[in-house]
């Protein structure tokens, strides 16, 4: 069992950075993929980044890449999302998952309860 939290989300300005952490707790951190999705406002849940065990591997969705950076530190059981360049369709609730490398949500076997991310004009 993994639990995972998320912190870091809030109202920020377009343009603007911000970093999302999520800290994990229970079986080994290191041995799990971890994915980040975020579900915009009246939409579905759309995968963000993912990066793999050992946090060499990454792969982004088109619509962040550039922009975002994913990164972990396996020693403090932790995984980030470094947003810079934020826009207003960035404005979701942010997920961070556990599971295999993958952009499929449905294959990730733990979750977040989710942070608010707002981006204003």
């Known amino acids: 069992q993994v639990q995972l939290v998320e912190s870091g989300g809030g109202l920020v300005q377009a343009g603007d950075p911000l970093r999302l952490s999520c800290a994990a707790s229970?079986?080994?951190?290191?041995?799990?993929?971890m994915g980040w999705f975020r579900q915009p406002p009246g939409k579905e849940r759309e995968f963000v980044a993912t990066?793999?065990?050992?946090?060499?591997?990454?792969y982004y969705a088109n619509s962040v890449k550039g922009r975002f950076t994913i990164y972990r530190d396996n020693a403090k059981n932790t995984v980030y999302l470094q947003m810079n360049s934020l826009k207003l369709e960035d404005t979701a609730v942010y997920f961070c998952?556990?599971?295999?490398?993958?952009?499929?949500?449905?294959?990730?076997?733990?979750w977040g309860q989710g942070t608010q991310v707002t981006v204003s004009s």
């Open positions: 229970g079986r080994s951190f290191s041995s799990y993929a």
């Open positions: 998952a556990a599971g295999p490398y993958s952009t499929r949500a449905s294959t990730y076997d733990y």
């Open positions: 990066i793999a065990e050992g946090g060499g591997t990454t």
